[in-house]
């Protein structure tokens, strides 16, 4: 039996705010067992970028990337939840997290205010990505509800808002950017990667897109923005500092990789391997396979002839669909994938939701809420063979490579850019 898509509508909207009750409840509990407020927010996510934003505003910029510096920041925000360092949490993002923070450290505000001022910040930039996606894939004004909502209870988002991480800064520069490609605005859309950068592994299959379909004015603006916040802050971090980050970034993400990180909890081709495998040399070399192979079927998607031959017609629904695809597979090839970073299936998904609905393909539609749906379940498949998010995505990405396929190519006479004079 199909439902009718107002009892759908309706049974949706139920379910979104049902689930976010639970997660408010669940997050009083949470904080509650983990010894109140103070030491919630201490010992969890945020803690690393609250080193970095410690160590700059206590007067010692030029070691932001000292891994016994963050030892010592780490160590002193702890004592503030009457808890020691186990181990460090290392800070390997660029710096634009800590100089957000900073100034509410110097301005002594406690560390849940810190906190509810970082969780704020995130829903801004939730509302503004879903926003900005509306702008770019329109939805019926009937179906905006519940979109919205179901995009708040996604559980990845809800993770990322539970754990003070970043996620919802990566959304706003996939949003923006996918957006400024739709409608012809190249270096837009650079400059809004160029924030997706502070975990570079974030935008490495959108900037490999750009490179291989040519698109210098986005590649220009990326690059040209990176280099002058990394020069201008040179002066406050020291001339060597993108040398020292690196070197760090190295050092956490290599193999054997840190221990704060686990690549059986990755929903990637590593998390795959490594649960099946175990976390050997062996196994990394097979994800780091799997990784190119992926990347190499990305390049095959924008320049098979049979798809259009490279060329670029951002108004037309199959660049929407390669774009989202891409994406998606961006989710297997990144070397680092954890629970929170699921929160950007929320731009492939809202660009196949409107494409799906816009065609009433409710095929599509109901497999988009079973991905979902299916995110509830990654706390719970730690011990599966699989990871069941990232073989929903595997199969998202395989489908919709069929269709792409069965599909007509592009006509002969590209119209001009959605946007463009």
């Not at 210098?216 to 280099?227: D, F, I």
């Amino acid at each position: 039996m199909i439902l009718l898509p107002r009892v759908a509508r309706r049974l949706g909207v139920g379910l979104s705010l049902t689930l976010l009750g639970l997660y408010i409840v669940l997050a009083g509990l949470t904080i509650q067992q983990r010894g109140g407020p103070v030491a919630y927010v201490v010992a969890g996510d945020l803690l690393s970028n609250l080193s970095g934003a410690w160590i700059i505003s206590s007067d010692q910029p030029s070691r932001l990337y000292d891994r016994a510096t963050q030892a010592t920041a780490q160590r002193a925000i702890l004592q503030a939840g009457h808890l020691g360092l186990v181990r460090v949490l290392p800070f390997v993002h660029l710096p634009l997290e800590p100089l957000l923070l900073a100034p509410l450290l110097a301005a002594h505000l406690t560390y849940p205010l810190i906190f509810a001022a970082w969780t704020l910040l995130g829903l801004a930039l939730l509302g503004a990505s879903l926003r900005l996606l509306a702008h770019g894939w329109p939805v019926q004004r009937r179906d905006r509800l519940l979109a919205g909502l179901a995009a708040l209870s996604f559980f990845p988002v809800f993770e990322t808002l539970l754990i003070g991480q970043s996620s919802l800064l990566l959304l706003l520069s996939w949003a923006a950017a996918a957006v400024a490609l739709r409608r012809g605005r190249d270096g837009a859309a650079g400059i809004a990667l160029a924030l997706g950068a502070i975990k570079p592994q974030a935008v490495l299959v959108p900037i490999f897109v750009l490179l291989i379909m040519r698109r210098r004015r986005a590649l220009g603006a990326l690059t040209l923005t990176l280099g002058s916040f990394s020069i201008a802050l040179m002066p406050f971090l020291g001339l060597d500092w993108p040398l020292r980050y690196i070197r760090l970034v190295l050092s956490v993400g290599g193999y054997p990789s840190d221990p704060t990180l686990v690549p059986s909890g990755m929903e990637n081709w590593r998390g795959q391997v490594v649960r099946l495998l175990g976390d050997t040399p062996n196994a990394n070399l097979l994800a780091l396979g799997l990784m190119g192979l992926s990347l190499l079927l990305v390049g095959a998607l924008w320049l098979s002839p049979r798809l259009g031959g490279g060329r670029w017609q951002p108004d037309n629904p199959a660049w929407s669909r390669r774009w989202a695809v891409s994406l998606l597979a961006h989710q297997l090839i990144t070397p680092y994938l954890l629970l929170h970073d699921l929160t950007l299936i929320l731009v492939p998904g809202w660009i196949l939701a409107a494409g799906a609905i816009a065609d009433h393909d409710r095929r599509m539609i109901a497999w988009l809420w079973l991905g979902w749906g299916v995110t509830l379940l990654s706390l719970a498949a730690s011990g599966w063979p699989l990871a069941p998010t990232g073989l929903w995505i595997l199969l998202t990405v395989g489908w919709s490579l069929r269709r792409l396929i069965g599909e007509q190519p592009y006509p002969e006479t590209p119209s001009p850019p959605i946007g463009a004079p």
